[in-house]
């Protein structure tokens, strides 16, 4: 799977799934790529929220990178990006991700098929967010 981060430049572009066991190289790869870049901290992105991405890449049948908006936050990014109060990304459970060859729209309506867990749509800031918690979804 392929990331791009906008706030970095960071790219990822890793198989973090073979022969039925997970990589730790490549989630390595990815928690680093997905960490709070303002604090330069990183905790381990829950594989339920990867994996929930993966089957919209699938489903999306496109090959090049997300754009990786949001990955872990710290309380104090969380803070200051007016994140919800016990927001998903402070437990690095939650990726807000946007795709260059696709509308935000259809991105949206792809999250919500695979039924992973929270989907929030933010038509305006052009990015979708997905969690793996209860599945529920929201418009911002
Ligand atoms: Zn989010």
Known sequence: MQFHNPHTGEHFDAVYFSNGRYRN?????????????????????????????????????????????????TPQTNHLVHGAK?????????????????????????????????VGYYPREHFVHVDCGPVRSWTA
């Open 25 to 73: 190289d490549a989630l390595s790869e990815f928690y680093r790529i997905a960490r709070d870049w303002r604090q330069d901290a990183e905790v381990k992105i829950d594989t339920r929220t990867i994996n929930v991405v993966y089957k919209i890449q699938t489903l999306l049948e496109k090959e090049g990178p997300f754009q990786l908006v949001s990955g872990y936050r």
């Open 86 to 118: 016990h927001s998903f990304h402070m437990r690095g459970e939650a990726l807000d991700i946007a795709h260059p060859e696709v509308s935000t729209r259809l991105l949206h309506k792809v999250a919500l098929h695979v039924r992973g867990g929270g």
